[in-house]
């Protein structure tokens, strides 16, 4: 997929992809210059947000960077709470549990999964 793609570009707006949630580049992207397997990119405005009980996840073998734009984000991580707010990230290696997500007003998030693959399991 590189080496096909060598010398081409592609410019946008994230707004195009609120249908994906914000995500707009990994292997699921229909434009061959979005898609990609080593890497996925979103651009999240998540406002007000509240995850409900079955949201509960670990990923099984990617690693998900998130840092927080603007706003605040309320999350529990392997059953410690935390809230993160404009500047701080987390990163959740893989089997790490999350809950409880909830975003306050003007929330945006920036989130980097690496490899871009569909491995996220719901826990019970």
């Given amino acids: 997929m590189l080496a096909k793609n060598k010398g081409k570009y592609i410019v946008g ?3 195009d ?3 994906r ?4 580049f990994g292997q699921f992207a229909d434009n061959e210059l979005l898609k990609s397997n080593l ?8 406002s007000g947000e509240i995850a409900t009980p079955e949201d ?6 990617s690693v998900e960077i998130n840092i927080v734009i603007n706003g605040e984000v ?3 991580i392997n059953g410690k709470d935390f809230t993160f707010h404009k500047e701080d990230f987390w990163i959740i290696w893989p089997e790490t ?5 909830r975003a306050g007003e003007n929330t945006e998030l920036l989130i980097v999964r690496a490899p871009s693959i569909n491995d996220k399991k719901m826990i019970p």
Avoid: P
């Fill in 74 to 76: 309320s999350l529990t």
């Fill in 13 to 15: 707006k994230v707004k």
């Fill in 97 to 101: 549990v999350i809950e409880n997500v």
């Fill in 21 to 24: 949630k914000g995500w707009f």
């Fill in 39 to 46: 890497v996925e990119v979103a651009w999240q405005k998540i």
């Fill in 17 to 19: 992809f609120a249908k």
């Fill in 56 to 61: 509960k996840h670990i990923h099984i073998t």
